[in-house]
């Protein structure tokens, strides 16, 4: 017969084998904290790129969208502006309104939808009121990115003249 281990000795080696299992277990543990805070960091900045893609992609479509609308309000001025050149407040108006009839372009008394009317600025020059005398529609204005104050970019503007004759 073999002789067995005291059991001191048995329980020396138990001891011995869950303070390593202890020590191992505190390392993984330690290196996942750190791989976490890691990921953390990563998921940090690649979340600051992906938004700032996402939300320029978004002023870029409403950029696009006001200008359009833009575009609109100018025309109906510019028509406007061929019938009667010398009533300005009324030009302004349809710059900024629209002109009030039942039309699909038209909305009456509210703004141009996605247009903020504290951006824009609307002057006439009305030239005269001859036929064929110039009549000038001047507007101005800016937009405001979602992006810009984040990336510290100035809000672009728009102007455009139109010239037309009156009839």
């Not at 084998?17 to 690649?46: I, P, T």
């Not at 833009?70 to 010398?86: C, E, F, H, M």
């Not at 009317?117 to 609307?122: P, S």
């Not at 009549?135 to 970019?153: A, D, M």
Request: hydrophobic content about 40%; proline content about 4%.
């Amino acid at each position: 017969m073999g002789s067995f281990p005291s059991r001191k000795a048995r329980c020396t080696v138990f001891m011995n084998r869950m303070a390593h299992r202890l020590r191992v277990d505190q390392r993984r543990a330690m290196r996942a904290n750190s791989l976490s805070g890691q990921a953390l960091v990563e998921f940090a900045l690649a979340s600051m790129l992906f938004f700032t893609i996402i939300f320029g992609t978004l002023d870029l479509g409403r950029v696009v969208y006001q200008y359009s609308m833009l575009q609109n309000s100018i025309r109906q001025g510019a028509r406007y502006a061929k019938v009667d050149p010398t009533n300005t407040a009324e030009i302004v108006d349809r710059v900024q309104h629209g002109d009030g009839e039942d039309d699909e372009n038209s909305i009456g008394s509210q703004p141009w939808p996605g247009l903020n009317l504290a951006n824009m600025t609307v002057s006439v020059d009305p030239g005269g009121e001859d036929v064929g005398d110039t009549v000038s529609v001047t507007v101005t204005y800016q937009f405001e990115l979602i992006v810009g104050e984040f990336l510290n970019l100035p809000d672009p503007t728009y102007e455009k003249i139109v010239q037309v004759e009156v009839e």
